[in-house]
């Protein structure tokens, strides 16, 4: 106890102090007085003793308490500042959600700058009041060094400031915006990520508010930290989206231009197969051992150079998911009988047994014919490189879902570490420049595919110097899509009764029926049987059963248009031979366009295509005069070669639609061979010229296409289509009597 004089108490006669001490630290004193002398015993100054220690742990519990109470409200701001920001991926929203959680949370107007690096100034992104209400900003608002320095030294010092703000010591745009918020202390937090500034956060305090102390500093240190790592995440996500956008365009980049370039050079080697083909055949006068010889080999290798080419388009229209499958029932076993046919002459100089297991009862399935076949194919091709003697396989069969085709033979085999790669594209087991065995490396990573497109599984077994064995299943009521969509699986259309007994059948495709009685009423005047058919895509189909005499085939028809299924039609040996008409007419307003009465042929253009579509033909006695229209000379020169090649044909050419039109005016040739694409005027406009002429309009033409339609060429043709359409080239009636002069020039060709 200690004595002294208390000016407030002048009776006090004795005091006592004592201190209030909490874990080694004075936290106070307290006082006690008494107006009698000596008046505290010992038994007091005990019991006041403990009472001022358990005062001074109430007082330290008292204020552990509001410090735990004030953390858990800055965890609970930190971690609702991190949710909001969390909503989005997007930087500049993210950042305003947080913005907006940590104003409505403290109450205090807040900023976020970004850097700008190129510029060395920072652009405000998310500014917000007292309330939390959003401020907006005017476009392209920045703060520069010298309207804000102690922002900046948060950048370059990377080290939080604070600004009193005071008459002059900011300048620029956001001054006037911030007097108007009445700011009056600024904390400036750097965010800072991976050793980069990426901006400020700025937390404000306005007029009346007491200024931030270390502690406030401290905590909006805090918040700046985890908002910089959520900024950056939302940057790096960002990036990642961007380069993966990047990647995808290459790789269509990369797609596009193999297709394009495979096309390209599809052309020039169309020119070689060709030309050496027509010398080959004596055309051009009589060959020696050596010379065919050599264009044999140059023949082998430009078939060889075809199939490679084509493997690419594939494979690039495979990567841009642009392969479409024609599904149709296909009979497995004419599939392997005829890959089998192919592939003995693959062996034909090896002692290999070609071997084939497949039950009577092996159902068809629903599938592409001419991608199955390629499988079947490519399997059995590269059994037939890789063994030199000893047998191959192709064993068949079913069970209630799939059918399982196997290849086997007994050649080299596969080293179990390259097996589970050789589906990939452009793998190969042997792939150094001195190996023994050609390809691409692309066969089984294409087959792969259209396997799996089926809704089947390939895979493979092999053993080192015993032989490999390859299965593929396909599902037998084709791939689940189509299971569900039942496309295929309607039961073939009741083939019509045939109208006029006897006549020659003619397959009219139309998918407006009106159309179709139109044909039928007109072509049973004429003696011609018809059959309806409105499905697109059954066509081959019922072309293969019907076997018609010809078709007539609308050309703009949804879902599948005239140019597919014609190219279909051309590619299938079966159906090759039929003459097709193309033409179509819109019912209602009784006009319609013909695309020449006579054929149809793809390029690259095979002489005994053309020759046939040449025979098929009615000719006359004499001479024929025939115009052939191509842009491209050499496609003009050997068309040229191989229609002379023929007796009684003279060829006239032209390299333009101008031209063609002008020559057709003055030659009056028998026959026109017409390339439907080319620049400034083309086939289209000769197509006109020719129909809208009385004396012309029978003359036959065959027409020419690429054989593989871009999707933007097939919108151009049947564009042109549509507006010749338009301007009504031919009425309905004259359509009608094209259509049948063209069966009738077919008519007497087979007459005679
Ligand atoms: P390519 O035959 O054009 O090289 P594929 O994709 O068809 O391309 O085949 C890839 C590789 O798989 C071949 O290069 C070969 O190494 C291996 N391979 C395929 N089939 C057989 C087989 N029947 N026997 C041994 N190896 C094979």
């Not at 003793?49 to 005062?55: P, R, S, V």
């Not at 032989?467 to 019509?496: D, I, K, Y």
């Not at 078709?551 to 140019?563: Q, S």
Request: one cysteine or more.
């Amino acid at each position: 106890a200690v004595r002294f004089d208390n000016p407030l108490l002048p009776e006090t006669r004795s005091e006592m102090a004592l201190p209030l001490v909490s874990r080694g630290r004075v936290i106070g004193a307290m006082t006690i007085q008494s107006d009698k002398p000596a008046a505290f015993t010992e038994e007091d100054i005990t019991a006041l003793q403990t009472m001022a220690d358990q005062l001074a742990t109430a007082i330290e519990n008292a204020r552990l308490f509001a410090e735990v109470e004030d953390d858990a409200w800055r965890r609970a701001l930190i971690s609702e500042v991190l949710q909001a920001a969390s909503t989005s991926l997007d930087p500049e929203d993210l950042l305003h959600r947080a913005g907006e959680t940590i104003s409505h949370r403290l109450g205090t107007p807040s900023a976020v700058f970004l850097w700008e690096p190129g510029e060395e100034a920072l652009r405000p992104v998310a500014v917000h009041a007292s309330d939390a209400s959003d401020i907006p900003l005017d476009e392209g608002v920045q703060v520069t060094r010298e309207m804000n320095p102690t922002l900046f030294a948060a950048v370059e010092q990377r080290c939080s400031q604070v600004l009193e703000r005071v008459a002059g010591s900011v300048s620029g745009p956001f001054a006037v915006l911030a007097d108007r918020l009445r700011l009056r202390y600024d904390i400036y937090v750097p965010l800072v990520s991976r050793d980069r500034v990426l901006g400020v956060l700025a937390l404000c305090r306005t007029e009346g508010q007491p200024p931030p102390g270390p502690d406030d500093v401290g905590f909006a240190e805090i918040i700046g930290a985890n908002l910089s790592v959520v900024l950056e995440n939302a940057r790096l996500f960002q990036d990642a989206v961007q380069t993966a956008e990047r990647l995808a365009e290459v790789d269509r980049l990369k797609s596009q231009f193999l297709a394009n370039m495979s096309h390209e050079l599809r052309t020039p080697l169309n020119s070689i197969i060709g030309f050496s083909r027509v010398i080959l055949k004596g055309i051009d006068g009589p060959l020696t051992d050596l010379q065919r010889q050599d264009l044999e080999a140059i023949y082998n290798s430009g078939q060889h150079l075809l199939g490679l080419i084509n493997d690419i388009l594939d494979i690039s229209k495979i990567e841009a998911g642009k392969v479409e499958l024609s599904f149709e029932l296909v009979d497995l076993e004419e599939v392997i009988r005829g890959v089998m046919a192919t592939a003995i002459a693959l062996v034909k100089d090896k002692p290999v047994e070609m071997q084939q297991s497949i039950p009577d009862d092996l159902p068809a399935v629903i599938g592409d014919n001419r991608r199955i076949r390629q499988v079947l194919l490519n399997l059995v091709s590269n059994a037939a490189k890789f063994t030199d003697e000893g047998f191959i396989r192709v064993e068949a069969w079913a069970d209630e879902e799939f059918i399982t085709i196997s290849v086997a033979d007994s050649g080299i085999g596969i080293p179990p570490d390259k097996l589970p790669r050789i589906f990939e594209a452009f793998t190969q087991v042997d792939a150094s420049p001195s190996r023994k065995y050609g390809g691409t490396g692309l066969g089984l990573a294409i087959s792969k595919s259209f396997v799996e497109l089926h809704g089947g599984r390939i895979w493979a077994e092999s053993e080192v110097g015993r032989g490999s064995t390859f299965c593929f299943t396909l599902p037998v009521q084709g791939p689940p899509a189509l299971q569900e969509g039942t496309v295929v699986e309607e039961p073939p259309v009741p083939a019509e009764m045939p109208d006029a007994e006897g006549g020659k059948l003619v397959l009219c495709v139309d998918d407006d029926q009106g159309v179709i009685t139109l044909f039928r009423r007109y072509l049973h005047k004429q003696g011609y049987r018809v059959i309806g058919l409105t499905d697109a895509a059954r066509v081959l189909e019922e072309a293969k059963r019907l076997k018609p005499h010809a078709i007539t085939l609308d050309v703009m028809m949804p879902e599948k248009d005239g140019w597919q299924v014609i190219q279909e039609l051309k590619a299938d040996p079966e159906t090759c031979h039929i003459p097709v008409v193309m033409c179509t007419i819109v019912s209602e307003e009784g006009r319609g366009m013909s695309l020449g009465a006579a054929d149809y042929l793809v390029k690259p253009i095979l002489e005994q295509d053309l020759l046939a579509a040449l025979d098929r033909l009615d000719r006359e006695a004499g001479r024929h005069l025939v115009l052939v229209v191509d842009d491209q000379e050499e496609d003009r020169k050997l068309l040229r070669r191989m229609i002379e090649s023929q007796d009684g044909y003279e060829v006239v050419e032209a390299d333009s639609g101008q031209e063609a039109i002008r020559l057709i005016r003055r030659v009056r040739p028998q026959l026109i061979v017409l390339d439907l694409m080319m620049p400034e005027v083309d086939g289209f406009a000769v197509l006109e010229a020719v129909k809208a002429d009385e004396t012309t309009r029978s003359i036959p033409i065959i027409v020419v296409t690429a054989k593989e339609l871009t999707a933007e060429e097939h919108r151009l043709l049947n564009h042109r289509i549509a507006a010749l359409i338009q301007k009504g080239v031919l009425e309905q009636e004259e359509l009608l009597e094209d259509v049948v002069a063209a069966l009738q020039k077919w008519e007497r060709r087979r007459v005679a």
